[in-house]
């Protein structure tokens, strides 16, 4: 039941990057290319996203526990420390160079292409390499 | 490449985001892509079928839409194979050591307005314009 909902749940996910055109790289590229053909839309689909998630978390706020789990898992308030600054600039590079962020790249693998599969297997091997440091967690 | 499509932008986006308001509602998890995949590697745990549930209809979902309207879907690569392997790695690595990647605190961190999420959002941005501008604009490329 709770495989079958969060398939579902992922594939609602899935269609939404692939009709927001997020699933492209050239779409996020040009995006990101400020001085180039500006392309606005990937500020849209954040918009539209953060608008729709945060009524969730709205209606979160007005209870003790999920429908279908014990308790919330909601990551709380932490310190900003130079590991999150670090992590995420170091994903900010790879971000700019391929133009996939950890979900397009997923959903790109419908298209059974090798390329994208290429790079999901080296995403896949830089978290692996991560959870191999003696100090992950 | 299609141009700026705000209502192809908006519908998807608000899927995005109702996906992960559901899968807060009902099981109470943070919608991050990077969370979920790294939690597929092995040890197997009882959280690791959900996850591998999820990524797989993150695959399906665009299989979906393409039967659905007969479109196949554009993936336009912008590298060459030898630079997404290194990309990759470092998305991959990046990603875990921050905790997070664009739908984990780009959606749903901004959503519930975590100052670590804001930070690091602030920071994959700032980087990957640069990164665009250095590679489009200066480097010849």
Not at chain 1, 99 to 105: E, I, L, Q, S
Not at chain 2, 21 to 44: C, E, K, Q, T
Not at chain 2, 47 to 59: D, N, P
């Amino acid at each position: 039941m709770r495989t079958l909902i969060c398939f579902l749940i992922g594939a609602l996910f899935g269609t939404g990057l692939a009709i927001s055109g997020m699933m492209n790289p050239a779409k996020v590229i040009s995006f990101l290319d400020l001085a180039g053909d500006w392309d606005p839309t990937l500020a849209v689909v954040m918009a539209a996203a953060l608008a729709v998630s945060a009524v969730g978390y709205k209606v979160k706020k007005g209870r003790a526990r999920p429908l279908l789990a014990e308790f919330f898992q909601v990551p709380s308030a932490g310190i900003v420390d130079a590991r999150l600054i670090a992590g995420s600039a170091l994903f900010g590079l790879g971000w700019g160079i391929a133009g996939f962020c950890p979900g397009p790249a997923i959903a790109a693998l419908s298209t059974g292409r090798w390329d994208v599969a290429v790079f999901v297997v080296s995403m896949v091997a830089g978290m692996a390499a991560f959870s191999l440091m003696p100090r992950a967690k | 490449m299609d141009a700026f499509a705000p209502l192809q932008g908006a519908i998807g986006g608000a899927m995005i985001g109702l996906a992960a308001a559901i899968l807060l509602l009902v099981f109470g998890r943070i919608a991050g892509i990077s969370g979920i995949l790294g939690g597929v590697l092995p040890p197997r745990s009882s959280e690791t079928g959900w996850r591998a549930a999820f990524v797989a209809g993150l695959i399906a979902g665009p299989l979906i839409v393409a039967s659905a309207t007969g479109n196949l879907l554009t993936v336009e690569l912008q590298s060459p194979v030898w630079v997404l392997i290194p990309a990759g790695l470092m998305i991959g690595f990046g990603t875990r050591l921050g905790s997070g990647c664009t739908s984990g605190h780009g959606v749903c961190g901004l959503a519930r307005l975590s100052r670590r999420s804001i930070f690091a959002t602030a920071t994959f941005f700032a980087v990957a314009l640069a990164t665009v501008y250095v590679t489009r604009h200066l480097a010849g490329g």
